[in-house]
């Protein structure tokens, strides 16, 4: 079974709220210079051959229900 | 009377005062179920606050696909009338019924209080019966209210008029120009954070600003049946 990767991040021009919020976190425990944008990661189990077709069925999952492509980039990734 | 249809997803909070808020103002409410595949011939359809499907993903991003919002969303694209308040205006947004996304406040805190709001448009289904500028007051209570959009549509919604309510005083949740409510170019889908069917009762309300909502319902479906 193949597994595909799925990474969806905030768009870079959109407020993160919760990148912001682990970023001055950082700064209080002493971690400085780091800044964080927080995104999420899907792990796809596909089932059979992963085919180009079956990537690509994957990359419009991602599309229609993964991502709003309307605040966030989402980028696919077959996992070794 | 009329009949609107007031959706159940499941973790909806706001349907029960939904419908008492359609009964109030003298209509008949009426249930439908996130998993029906039909509005039962309503009038016209309210999607209530919470946190449909606990929010997970996405505020409202599964919700918009369950069965009924099929049904929602062809009623809206030929005019039928869709209120989509708080959850329900997230919900709209991932449909596409409505342009741009809400995103966690910028307080990054829960915001819970009476909200100071201009009507800035009155060209629309759900509030044609307010005054351009009128202020009103409606209760907002949310997590992710930061209205945001890319600045083309933000653009357009401006020079359209589809800023139907806007932030006054100070701005509640990071949202791109005081946006609290939009409607579509057609102006039967209007979407907004804040709350109106709280603002009904003079027992529990500040304002009884929620009810014009529905008189302005009233006002349009009238007008639709004479014509």
């Not at chain 1, 180009?52 to 989402?74: H, P, S, W, Y």
């Not at chain 2, 009038?43 to 409202?60: E, H, T, W």
């Not at chain 2, 969303?73 to 209120?83: K, M």
């Amino acid at each position: 079974m193949a597994r595909v990767i799925v990474d969806v991040m905030p768009k870079p021009e959109i407020l993160d709220p919760q990148g912001k919020a682990v970023t001055g976190a950082l700064q209080r425990l002493g971690f400085d210079g780091l800044t964080v944008r927080q995104g999420k990661r899907f792990e796809v189990e596909v089932d059979g051959e992963l085919t180009d077709e079956r990537l690509g069925q994957v990359r419009e999952a991602a599309e229609k229900l993964l991502a709003n492509t309307v605040i966030e980039a989402f980028d696919v990734r077959v996992e070794q | 009377m009329s009949r609107i249809g007031v959706v159940t997803f499941p973790g909806s909070l706001d349907d029960h005062d939904a419908r008492r808020a359609v009964t109030l103002a003298g209509h008949e409410p009426v249930a439908l179920w996130h998993a029906h595949e039909s509005l039962q011939g309503v009038d016209a359809v309210i999607l209530p606050g919470g946190f449909s499907y606990g929010d997970y993903l996405r505020c409202g991003a599964i919700a918009r696909f369950s069965p009924i919002m099929t049904e929602v969303i062809q009623g809206a694209e030929q005019g039928l009338p869709v209120l989509g308040i708080c959850n329900g205006f997230q919900v709209l947004c991932e449909s596409h019924l409505l342009p741009g996304a809400l995103i966690r406040n910028d307080v990054r805190t829960f915001v819970c209080r009476d909200q100071p709001l201009r009507v800035d448009s009155v060209d629309t289904v759900w509030t044609n019966a307010f005054t351009p500028g009128q202020q009103i007051t409606i209760v907002l209570k949310n997590g992710e209210g930061g209205y945001v959009a890319d600045p083309d549509t933000i653009t357009r919604l401006e020079g359209e008029n589809q800023v139907v309510f806007r932030y006054q005083q100070d701005n509640p949740n990071g949202s791109l120009n005081d946006i609290a409510g939009i409607t579509n170019a057609r102006g039967n889908v209007v979407g907004l954070m804040p709350h109106p069917e709280h603002n009904m009762e003079q027992l529990t309300s500040p304002s009884l600003d929620g009810r014009a909502f529905f008189t302005s319902l009233e006002r349009f479906l009238g007008a639709a049946i004479v014509a």
